[in-house]
């Protein structure tokens, strides 16, 4: 692994750190390849329980791809092909993630930068945060997978207006239509996106994973099957489920164990 992406475990949250902080984070067709493969391994650790995705310092999540890298990695539809499969292939790694991910935004997230916010469950940024995807003017158009979150979260009409108009616009704004779940001073972003991860990670790992997992699925209109309404009730055979409600009569908390 490179220093493109960072990795901090502390007990059951991780925090991963898109590194680049000297070009705002913009990402790199190597860099899009480790998220991916780094969101992918985590998702498969049993002992994770929450991941924090956020940009090194604090002026940018990401400003998107980097454009100096268009000359030799996407200058033709070929290796823009090539390049497309790498993004992909990072974004389905958020979308199946099991575990929660939180996008804690700092500053600038835009294009790429935004997609990526977009992937992630719940997503807390400071007031003086911006937004929005500004790719028509690089003649540049988004892609199905990448589009997909964004119109998932706010409506085919409002992610077309983001593209059509191509606006950046402020966190207020972005609250309103639907992109980020939270907006708190720019001082205390680090600090809600940690007591957000330790809520999550206080939670049955397994019933975080479950809901994840049935949330995704509420998005397909096809109608739940018997074995998919069955696994609803699978919770009451956990471990977990007698700590929780012996706990809940013992008046103390939980120490859940992920069985």
Request: aromatic residues 8%.
């Amino acid at each position: 692994m490179s220093d493109l992406i960072l990795v901090e475990r502390d007990g059951h949250i991780v925090t991963v750190t898109l590194n680049r902080p000297h070009k705002l984070n913009a990402f790199t067709k190597p860099m899009w390849r480790e998220l991916g493969e780094t969101i992918s391994t985590l998702s498969a650790d049993d002992e994770v329980r929450c991941i924090i995705v956020r940009g090194a310092g604090e002026k940018a999540f990401s400003p998107g791809n980097d454009i100096s890298e268009f000359e030799t990695e996407r200058s033709n539809k070929a290796q823009a092909v090539e390049y497309g499969h790498i993004m992909h292939a990072t974004a389905a790694a958020f979308t199946n993630c099991r575990h929660p991910i939180v996008a804690q935004i700092h500053g600038i997230c835009v294009g790429g930068g935004l997609e990526i916010a977009s992937l992630c469950d719940i997503r807390i940024c400071g007031e003086s945060s911006r937004f929005g995807a500004p790719i028509k003017n690089l003649g540049l158009v988004m892609a199905y997978p990448e589009m997909a979150p964004l119109a998932r979260l706010a409506g085919p009409d409002v992610a077309l207006e983001i593209l059509l108009e191509g606006r950046i616009f402020d966190a207020a704004e972005a609250f309103t239509k639907r992109l980020v779940t939270r907006v708190v001073p720019d001082d205390q972003v680090a600090t809600e996106a940690r007591a957000t991860a330790t809520r999550i990670a206080e939670g049955a790992p397994l019933v975080a994973r479950w809901h994840k997992k049935f949330a995704r699925r509420l998005a397909d209109a096809t109608p739940i099957s018997p074995a998919e309404y069955d696994e609803c009730f699978d919770c009451f055979d956990t471990e977990d489920f007698r700590i929780g409600y012996a706990a809940f009569l013992a008046k103390q908390k939980p120490g859940f164990i992920g069985k």
